[in-house]
C-alpha cells in the first residue's frame, strides 16, 4: 500500500504539471466580468486629452471622461456633466449648472472650479494641442467661478454652439479635468497617471498593448455590469475577429467584410452612428494651374462616372447610402437636406469631357491615403481609377501615408504637385457644420482649400448669433459646393463597427467626431 | 583574444556612432511629426510652437548635437508621440522580442539540424529531396499567410491555442511556429549545411576518420557537423539582428508586443526618438551578436586565430 501511494507520489509532479498546462493552455479561460475589447489602434495613446487631436485616443482613453454635455444619436443636446446651460441673447456669456454628486476617481468632487482649470489652463494652455484647443482659447475671454457649482463662462465674440462643443460629438474639450490633482501632480505625471469622472479608473498601461480600467461602481450615471475593463491592442483585424471567435475577446472592432461571416457565427453589433464621408479631394480647382478640373464640366464628369450605389453595396456591403455632399452628416448643423447625390451617367460623362475640350480624357493622380480609421482608401481608390478609365480619364493611383501627405496639402499655396489632381479621404463630420466649410472648404482658412466661393458664407457664420444661422449660412454655402461640383463625394457609410458576444448583451455606441468608441459603461452583462 | 575583442568593441562603437547619424539624418527626410500629430486645423502658430517644443526648429547639427550628448549619457530622449522615455519603451518591448526570436529559432534549429545533416548525407534520395523541399515550402509560404492560417486552425478550429496577444507560453506558440517554419531561418540553415556538410565530408581529414574506423555516426555528428557549422553561425548570427527588428509582420498578426512593431508605429507617427532607438538598439544587437559569432569560431575551427 505504501509502496502504492509512493508510486502515485512519484506521478503527481507530472499531474500537476498537466493541470497546470491544460490551465495555461486554454485560450477561452478568462476572469468572470472581465469585458475585453479589441481596438485596431490606440491613436496618439496619450491619457492627456489636451494633447491628443486625434480622436483615435477616444477609444483607448476615452473610458476615463465624461463630457459636460452629450449629445444623441440625433444630434440632440442632453445633460451630461452640466445639469443645464443657458446663453446671454448675444450668445457672449453661457452659464453652466453642474451635477453636484460628481466625483473625480481619486475621490474629489468635481466643481466648478474644475471646469475654470479645465477652460482656461487645461485646453486653453499654449502646450494645448487637441484640435479645437485653440478655437477655445481664442474664443474664450473668461471663466467665473459663480458658486461651487455654476460656472459663467464669458465670451470674445458670441459663440452661439458653446454647448454643442462642449459635448461628447466633436472632440475632447467637454472633458472636466481634475484642478487639485494635475497642479499637484503635474501634467506629464497626469499624462501617465490619469483620473477622470467616467465610469471606468485607471489601473495600468503598456504602451502599444493594453490599457485596464477598473469599473466605478457608485458612478452617477452609470453603473458597469463588468468589473474590469482591458481595451486591447490587436491591430490584424483577421486576429481580431480570430479572438472574438475564440473568446478571447468581448468585443472587437471588426470591417464590413468580416461581418457576414460573424453574423452567421451569431455575434451581433454596435454600429457608429455617425457616418464616415468618404470622399475624392480635387485639389486647387480654382488655381490657375488647375488643369482639367479647373473646368465645372470636368468636375461634373469625374462625378457622373462613379456609381455610387454599386459602391455602397459591393464595397461597403450596404452599411451606408451614397452621398450629395462631405463632411456633414445629418446631425450636423447646417447639413444641407434634400440634396440628391449625382447620378451615374457614364455616356454623359464623356460628353462633357468632349466639350470641355478633352474627347481623348487626361492623366490624373489619386493619392490613396488612409484617414479617419478607414480601412478601404485602397479599394475604393481602385474603383474609383476604374470608373474614371471607362471615361478616358487615365488615373495614376499614389499610394502614401498622412504624414508624408499632409505636409503637401497644407502648404501654402498648395504644392505644385498636389494641384489638379486628387485624393481619397475619410472623416467624420462635425457636429457643427460651419466647422466642416471652414476645414475643408474654404481658401481663406488655407487648409483644404477645396472651394474658393465660399468663404463670405462660411466668415458670415463666425459673426452668426444663433444656432438656426450658422445652419442655414452653412447649408447655403454646401448647395454653392454641390452645384460646383467642387470634388466627389462618394458615400456616407457606416466604416466602423464593432461585434460582439460571449458575455456581453448589448452595447451602446455614443455618436464622437472621427474615431468613435463604444460606450462601455453601458455594456449589459449576459 | 582580449585584443581583438577589445579593438571589435571600439569598431562597434565608431560603427554605431556612423549609424547614429545616418538614421538621424534620413528620419528626418519621410516627413515631420508634426504633420502627425496637429490637428489639421493647426494654425501656423501651433506649428511653430510644437516645432520649438520638440527642438526641430534648431539646426539639423545642433539637433544631433543635442542627440549624441543625451546618448553619451544613455538617454535616448522621450517618445513624441507617447511622451514616455524611449529606453523605458525599449526596455519594455525587448524582451518580448527576444522571447519570440529565441524560440522561434530554436524551433527553426531543432527541425533545421537533422533536415540538413540528413540531406547531406543521404544526397541525392528521396530525403535529400523531402529535406529541401521543407526549406523551399519554408521560404515560400508568406508569414502574413502562415500565421493567418494556423491562427484558423489551432485557435478558431481546434481551439487549441489562444489567437495572439502576450499572455501564457501558450501565447507564444503560433507565433513562434510562423517565424520558426516560415521565416527565412529554417530554409537557410538547411540549405547552408547541407551544401557545407557535403563539402566537409568530401575532405581529406573525414575520409582518414573513415579508414581509421571511426563509426559513422561519429564521423557525420561529431566531426563533420562541427566543421559544417562555421558558416551556419554566421548566417544565424547575422539572421538574429534583423528578426529582432525584422518579425514587423508575425508582431502584427499575432498582436505581439515587440520591438518590430514599436519601430512600425514610430515610423507611421515620425516619432524621430523612439526610429532612432530602435534602429541603435538593433545595430547594437547585431554588431553585439556577429562578434560572439566571431569568438565562436575559434571554438569551431582552432585553426582560427585573433590577431
Known sequence: MTKQIKGSIRFLPVVLLLIVAIGLINPTSSVAKNLRYAVQSFGAETFDPTLTSVTTGLGFAGPLWDWLTTVDVKGNLSPGLATSWKSSPDAKTWTLKLRQDVKFHDGSPMTAEDVKFTLQDGFGRKKAKSSRSKQFRKKIKDVEVVDRYTVKVIMQKAWPTFAHDVSNQPGTEGIVLPKKYIEKVGWQVYGRNPIGTGAFKFLRHETGNIVEYTAVKDHWRYKPQFDKLQVMLVPEAATRVAMLRTGQVDIAGVSLDDAPGLAKKGFKFARDPQASSVRIHLYGTYYKKAGPIGKLDVRKALNLAINRDELVQTLFRGAGKPAAVFPVSELSIGYPKGLKPYPFDPAEARKLLAKAGYPNGFKIKLFSVPTGGFTLHQQVSEAVAGYWEAIGVKTDIVPTDIGAFRPLYIKRPQAPQLVGQASIFATTGRLNGASSLGIWWTKSRKILQLAENVDDLYAATQKAGTVKEIADLTEKAFRIIYSDYRSIPIADVAGILWAYGNQVGGITVAPHRGYVTPSFATAVLK | ?307
Open chain 2, 1 to 307: 583574444m582580449q585584443r581583438f575583442i577589445a579593438g571589435r568593441l571600439v569598431q562597434t562603437i565608431v560603427t554605431l556612432f556612423v549609424i547614429s547619424a545616418l538614421v538621424f539624418g534620413l528620419v528626418r527626410l519621410t516627413g515631420s511629426p508634426i504633420d502627425v500629430m496637429l490637428p489639421i486645423e493647426a494654425s501656423p502658430e501651433m506649428r511653430a510652437d510644437l516645432t520649438r517644443e520638440l527642438g526641430l526648429d534648431q539646426p539639423l547639427y545642433v539637433q544631433y548635437f543635442v542627440f549624441v550628448q543625451k546618448l553619451a549619457q544613455a538617454d535616448l530622449g522621450m517618445s513624441i508621440r507617447t511622451k514616455k522615455p524611449v529606453t523605458e519603451l525599449l526596455m519594455q518591448r525587448l524582451p518580448n522580442s527576444l522571447q519570440l526570436v529565441g524560440i522561434s529559432m530554436l524551433i527553426s534549429l531543432l527541425i533545421a539540424f537533422p533536415l540538413g545533416v540528413i540531406a547531406a548525407t543521404l544526397r541525392g534520395g528521396i530525403w535529400d529531396a523531402l529535406a529541401r523541399g521543407v526549406a523551399l515550402f519554408g521560404q515560400s509560404i508568406p508569414t502574413f499567410w502562415a500565421g493567418i492560417v494556423l491562427i484558423y486552425i489551432f485557435a478558431i478550429q481546434l481551439g487549441l491555442l489562444p489567437a495572439g496577444r502576450q499572455g501564457t507560453f501558450a501565447n507564444l506558440i503560433l507565433p513562434a511556429l510562423t517565424l520558426g517554419l516560415f521565416g527565412f531561418m529554417l530554409a537557410g540553415v538547411v540549405r547552408l549545411l547541407r551544401d557545407s556538410m557535403i563539402e566537409v565530408l568530401d575532405s581529406e581529414f573525414v575520409k582518414f576518420a573513415r579508414i581509421k574506423g571511426v563509426s559513422e555516426t561519429i564521423v557525420v555528428w561529431k566531426h563533420a557537423l562541427k566543421n559544417a557549422l562555421i558558416p551556419v553561425v554566421t548566417f544565424v548570427g547575422f539572421y538574429f539582428g534583423i528578426l529582432i527588428s525584422g518579425t514587423v509582420v508575425v508582431e502584427t498578426v499575432f498582436a505581439w508586443p515587440g520591438i518590430g512593431r514599436l519601430a512600425y508605429e514610430a515610423v507611421q507617427w515620425r516619432d524621430y526618438p523612439v526610429i532612432q532607438g530602435v534602429v541603435l538598439l538593433v545595430s547594437a544587437i547585431t554588431l553585439l551578436t556577429n562578434l560572439v559569432v566571431d569568438i565562436l569560431y575559434g571554438y569551431l575551427d582552432p585553426r582560427i586565430r585573433y590577431g
